[in-house]
């Protein structure tokens, strides 16, 4: 489980020339729109499917009404996951009656999940394609402009060699990408479905992540974020051992890289050179997303998360001692079955003493098909949610004191965007802010732009988020 299951905005960044694109035809088709659920990983799966339907001339714009076929990559992950998946599929099917669009496509993990089910549910539904046959996107696309209504699915078996990420159209800011390193999980946490429905873990080659790094370079990306369901993982089922420190090395040599962030950091196979590469940093961020989930020992063996208190206690504090600067993301899980009120304050306890500069928490979802789901001693929904109010409540009072100590120092701020109605104020992250999951920095000044890196001066904190002045600038205000 990682957070977070908020869906992505959906924002493609005016056309320009892009090294990660196949050449574009000479004729229109139709138009097409991404609505992308879930997490990062599902975002570069959409980003493929949007490529794809380009380069065969589909013509991608914001607007879903605007389209005459929407794709709607959806998340199955969780039952409120699901919940909003379900919510979208049924607004677009009212676009739909309204004649607003021609049709609609559910793609995605709810969709390799649910299958054939999809339809009886949603028989306006015009494609349903699954995880593994997302190279097919066209011709789904293809059978509803032509008409075609009795061949409404389009399924793969699970892949046993890496899905092929490059010549995507990215929605996301054109200084930044997501790149997935691996598809897959080969953990079998009780609570998790990911393995049932994104399959084993497989390892994209190394030349293949660095080849698509230099393209996504040459598209104009600075800011390079690492996403896996399992990153430290990486390697060890196509080269035999873990390999994700050597795959560190090869990508900060990309001169035109200036960020490279990791998320899903699984708290195994850290290993000594993967802590010593960390700890170098240089392109390579102090910040690591590492999903714990619980530390109470018992709790940890029902999850079948195969490490200890002790473990990752000791890898905290070496992680601590090497990483100069480091802030430390995770999540946590309220309300597992069986979880006593002891238990639960065990891990409160832990969560006040390490002080994580970010945490999130999920209250526990009874997912069918897993072990989990079928444990005895589910505690009452009013207590999960009970449970992670408490848990939230600690952890704000942590962030916000981290906030409040950001005040005075000097960081170096990536400008995403501007914000809208607000005259020289822009919207920012320093190295400790992943886009979309954790708080953003406030930076008002004088001929700035998107893209760019600016020396700031936090001067101000309010709860999660931060305001900053260019140096210069807040130079002159103190004068």
Not at 134 to 162: K, M, Y
Not at 165 to 171: G, I, K, L, Y
Not at 272 to 295: F, N, R, S, W
Request: charged fraction near 30%; charge should be neutral.
């Amino acid at each position: 489980m990682s957070e977070s299951s908020d869906s992505l905005p959906i924002l493609p960044h005016p056309p320009r020339p892009d090294a990660a694109k196949v050449s574009r035809t000479a004729s229109i088709k139709g138009t097409c729109s991404l609505i992308a659920l879930g997490c990062p990983k599902n975002l570069v799966d959409g980003e493929r499917m949007l490529g794809l339907l380009e380069a065969d001339g589909y013509k991608p714009v914001t607007e879903p009404d605007r389209a005459d076929v929407v794709v709607i990559n959806t998340c199955g992950f969780l039952q409120a996951a699901r919940r909003e998946s379900f919510s979208v599929i049924e607004d677009m099917l009212k676009l739909k009656r309204r004649g607003r669009i021609s049709g609609v496509v559910v793609a995605g993990c709810l969709a390799e999940r649910d299958r054939e089910a999809l339809l009886k549910r949603y028989p306006e539904v015009d494609q349903v394609v699954g995880l593994f046959a997302r190279e097919e996107i066209v011709r789904a696309a293809d059978r509803i402009l032509g008409g075609i209504t009795e061949q409404r699915t389009l399924f793969q078996p699970a892949s046993v060699v890496p899905m092929n990420d490059a010549r995507r159209f990215r929605v996301t800011p054109s200084h930044l990408a997501y790149l997935k390193i691996s598809e897959g999980c080969d953990r079998l946490c009780t609570f998790c479905t990911i393995p049932h429905i994104r399959g084993r873990h497989v390892t994209k080659p190394m030349e293949d992540v660095v080849e698509e790094a230099r393209s996504l370079a040459a598209d104009g990306v600075r800011e390079l974020i690492l996403v896996a369901q399992d990153t430290t993982y990486y390697g060890l089922d196509l080269y035999g051992r873990p390999m994700l420190a050597e795959l560190l090395r090869q990508l900060r040599q990309i001169e035109d890289i200036r960020w490279i962030r990791l998320m899903y950091l699984y708290p195994m196979y850290f290993t000594d050179d993967l802590i010593d590469v960390l700890a170098e940093g240089g392109k390579i961020l102090p910040y690591l997303d590492m999903p714990l989930q619980h530390i109470n020992d018992r709790i940890l063996r029902r999850m079948k998360r195969r490490v200890s208190r002790a473990e990752t206690e000791i890898l905290l504090d070496r992680l601590r001692s090497a990483v100069k600067n480091l802030v430390l993301r995770t999540t946590m899980i309220a309300g597992f079955p069986g979880e006593t009120e002891r238990e639960f304050e065990e891990l409160v306890e832990f969560v006040r003493r390490q002080r994580f500069e970010r945490l999130g928490v999920f209250e526990f979802s009874r997912e069918p098909g897993t072990p989990a789901d079928r444990m005895k001693e589910h505690l009452p929904r009013r207590v999960i949610r009970e449970r992670r109010e408490r848990l939230m409540a600690v952890q704000q009072k942590i962030t916000y004191q981290w906030s409040r100590n950001q005040v005075g120092r000097k960081l170096t701020v990536l400008l995403d965007q501007p914000v809208p109605e607000q005259e020289n104020v822009w919207l920012g992250r320093s190295y400790a802010d992943a886009p979309e999951i954790d708080g953003a920095i406030y930076v008002t000044g004088q001929g700035l732009r998107a893209g760019q890196f600016v020396e700031c001066e936090i001067v101000a904190a309010e709860g999660y988020d931060l305001a900053a002045a260019p140096i210069e600038e807040a130079a002159l205000s103190r004068e």
